[in-house]
């Protein structure tokens, strides 16, 4: 690695340098904040050097570009990650210390750019950092929302949602670029001209918003690579200011036309439950793919003039779940409209350089429009994705006994609405899932009829996480054990990790590992101490369940669990629990009532237990609010258990699962998702798995015989009570009772088999901390888990995306 600081002094006088120009003070009459924007600007500055340079090696290289269309990155906070990728992080901590600072102090003044709801967003910032560590020429394309994803507050024990204003205070990582604007037109109506033998289409009478993008390097770890996220804001055309109604005191009207625009980027939807058809948001997703497609292709024509069918060589343009589904219509349209190719020609590029990652299955989140708000607002779009709809259904031999119904199940335009999910299908050559089991249930159920037809097209990526964020970065005293033990190999190749297993035998080594743990037990301590004024305990074990709250993801479950040995404790106080702390965490969408009931269900618990003297020394429930990137970092690497516990078939990958695994927290999970590559790696025996299987559930809900209250009636002593004490005020003190969940579990027959679950499950939570006191032996299996979390790493991930799908 290139060296960008000789040594500490001269970081020092540069560093200076920087402060003295931004704030006109001297380093020791400056805040935390000043030293901070100083700080990430001298190194903003650094990596936009190495941006240039990777750009003139990709020109001369011929490089194939890959853009990643994702309407959430949910990158977290930059200084500490670039500072470590760019091998100066314990020079500048030590320079700074020298200069009377703390760099810890400094980089908490960074905000966390909240723009992601979770497991897809994050993914997104994570194949950010792989691309750029595999040497990629990866490019982000997304959204510059002025609102991060709402702020979460807990207010008698529920959610209450603030804006976050993550812009207020500068974020100096962004470059805004005004000079690579471009104009985005809605609305208007096609017309029509003929030339020859061809007809074009324009679109006339549109309302134009500019797209102004906002660059952040993306600093790959080794230094050789710094990429770009380019995020787009909504403007006005030109400035609409009027003058006039401004003199006559209308303040508002005399603006309205950039509150208009602006309004298209000013928040993030947080509608990860599947609320759809907010116009909004299909502006937002319109924004970014015009914007985005626009510029990649001048990109393009800059290197490869008009050589259109070169296209798929040189670009690959991989979309993010279906919110970008409108990148092959947008293609289409410029290529036939701007450029003039036939739509065959156009066809054939479009589909051999667009691919689709598909992050669900629950139907009621895949993505639909109503045609009449689509075609009102995209006219020429709408009329492209009404052609291809089209030619999709004369493909179709209806002479075949199975082509109606593969027609009903693949059709992009059906029963007045848009299906995204087929288009993005329809539009590309790969379509693949986020672990093993997804993808299979895709081609097996969700994609069923796309897949007997095209099988060569379906495969699957399991999901991959920056083992460098959330273990390096996260977990400075386990990572520096790990690099006395086997050397720092693993940073840039994962795998190396596995080199770890040598130590399972090596008693000093394991209690090492079960000291690193407890200290990041007691830093996460203080955080609550400081956030919630909650004592919690070191020396208990910590079983923590951090990802958005949804139906399917089961806290229900859990906190079950808490409530059950809650009651058989007061019951018998010889009934012996592992003193244990749950720790929650996670927002709920803020339409979505029965996530926000089980949130407050958690803190009315909370309330009661750690408030019991006669059981809070064996338990205590803690709910952390507002979950987000930086507080993950400090949550993971103190977790001895990972609650999985997601109803089987349901949860597409998880990615917390992985986090938590390579932070030596031992899985207590069903056999969904990632769980079960998990399982494959680490072996059964070193994780705790319970409950039904996809295979179980899916037979019992065929069935028919499944009944909420015969279960419950078969365990009046335990689940009986647990289900009156939803209803009879023991946990009713912050804010009232919670009928809601009563009734979903009672009489809507309790969908995602909470109560089905719930034996195995305690049974083996109980299986598993009975094993706690055994130090050692629990060290060695965290250390296991640990050794054998590298094939999760993100960099596993991206390099089967790149040879596999881009051929980059
Ligand atoms: C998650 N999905 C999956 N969606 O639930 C998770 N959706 O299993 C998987 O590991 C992860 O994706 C990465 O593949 C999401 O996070 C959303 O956040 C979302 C947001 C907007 C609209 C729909």
Known sequence: MEKIYENKEQFIEQYRQHVRALSGKEFEDTSDIDRFTALANMVAGDARVIAAKTDERNRTEGKKRVYYFSIEFLIGRLLDNYLLNLGIRDLVADA???????????????PDPALGNGGLGRLAACFLDSMAHEGIAGYGNGMRYRYGLFKQEIVDGRQVEVADEWLSKGYPWEVKRPDKAVRIGFGGHVVSRQEGDRTFYSVEGTDDVLAVPYDIPIVGYGGETVNKLRCWSAEPIDDHFD???FNAGDYTGADRDRANAEAISAI????????????????????FVAAGIRTLLDTFEREHGKAWNELPRYVAIHTNDTHPAMCGPELMRILMDEEGLTWDDAWEIVT?????????????????????????????????????NRRWRESFDMSKPESAERLRATAVLWDGEVRMANLSVICSHSVNGVAKIHSDILKASTLKDFAAMRPEMFNNKTNGISHRRFFAEANPTYAKLVTEAIGDGWLDDARELEKLTAFEGDPAFLERVGASKLANKQRLADYVKRECGLTIDPNTVFDVQVKRFHAYKRQLLNIMKVMDLYNRRLADPNFKIQPTTFIFSGKAASSYTFAKEVIRLINGVAEVINNDPRVNDVIKVCFIPNFRVSNAQLIYPAAEISEQISTAGKEASGTSNMKLMMNGALTLGTMDGANIEIVDLAGRENEAIFGLTTPEVDALRASGQYFAWDVVNSDRARLGRIIDQLLDGTFAGLSGNFESIHHELMFNNDYDLVLK??????????SLTATYPDAQDWNRRALHNTAMSGWFSSDRTIREYRDEIWHA
Do not use: C
């Open 96 to 110: 700074i210390a020298d200069m009377g600072g703390d760099l810890d102090e400094i980089e908490r003044q960074e």
């Open 243 to 245: 003058l006039d109604a």
């Open 268 to 287: 993030l939807y947080p509608n990860d439950a599947g609320e759809h058809g907010r116009l909004l948001r299909l502006k937002q997703e319109y924004l």
């Open 352 to 388: 051999n350089t667009v691919s689709y990652t598909n992050h669900t299955i629950l139907p009621e989140a895949l993505e639909k429009w109503p045609i009449s708000t689509f075609s009102t607002l995209l006219p020429r779009v709408y009329q492209i994705i009404d052609e291809i």
């Open 757 to 766: 679950d719930f034996h195995s499950y305690v049974d083996a939570w109980e």
